[in-house]
């Protein structure tokens, strides 16, 4: 599963957010459902940020390599592996996004978009109830997991490119939270 | 000993003129390794916000062609703060009045950050 033994804020994450050994047995066990409505799902979603002036401006040219691009992200969701690699691809987007100037708001909307189309995937192919509200936990689980991943990397990556490090903004935030206190 | 030499170095900058109200010597994260502040400022506060200006003055200095940064000074109604790289790790930073005669004090304060450097 995932090494966290190191990463404190992702261990109360992970303990927070309930994302655990037995979600990962039931994605694989609902991907081959899951994962044939992927296509169909990322372009809805695209559709959707078309209809968007401000957010079609950053996709203007590069439609179908962005489609590309998400659907092979949303499908490596579920190849079961939850470890080393899947947060440092996470991380990764976090980094880009920086890196070609695409703000947190892109990924709080799209994260919000895919809680509820694949919420609404499940409850239409998955009819057990019992297994429908398990893997809708556990999908739900995962993609919040995915964008602490990418919110924290995206947060760090800009301060670290404005020089201010980790222990600097730590430092920040409590001279603020004293201040608000007093 | 280390911090008690720094100290020595501020309080003579202190001590050189009137208009120096504190200064503080702090590490480039921020934590306050030497101060000779007044009773109502708050250390960790110093710290953390010297850091950053530090940082972004640091920043701006490279984004806008300028070569590396030698000082960042903020004025405000109250006077001045001066920020100085004391070496590569730390930051000296003076707090002044707002009558001050800038011309010593940015002397002073280049000797000190100078002198705290090689403490280092």
Known sequence: MMTTANDVNLNTFLHVCGFRLEDRETILRIAPIILPHLGRVTDRFYDLLLQDERIAEYLEGRIDLLKKTHLGWLESLFSGDYGADFIQRQEKIGEVHVNVRVPPLFVAASMSFLRAELSSVISQYILDREEAGQSTRALLGLLDLCQYLIDRKYNETLMNNLGISQTLLVRLQTTGKKRAAS | ?120
């Open chain 2, 1 to 120: 000993m280390r911090e008690e030499m720094i100290k020595s170095v501020l309080s003579d900058l202190n001590s050189g003129s009137a208009d120096i109200e504190a200064s503080a010597v702090i590490s480039l994260d921020g934590l306050t390794m030497a101060s000779m502040l007044q009773a109502n400022m708050d250390e960790d506060r110093v710290g953390a916000m010297a850091a950053a200006m530090l940082s972004l003055g640091d920043r701006t200095a490279i984004e806008l062609a300028r070569g590396a940064l030698d000082q960042v000074m903020i004025k405000g109604s109250n006077g001045y703060v001066l920020l100085i790289h004391a070496g590569s790790e730390a930051v000296l930073s003076v707090i002044v009045r707002d009558k001050a005669k800038l011309g010593l004090i940015f002397l002073d304060a280049t000797r000190a950050a100078n002198a705290i450097a090689n403490l280092l």
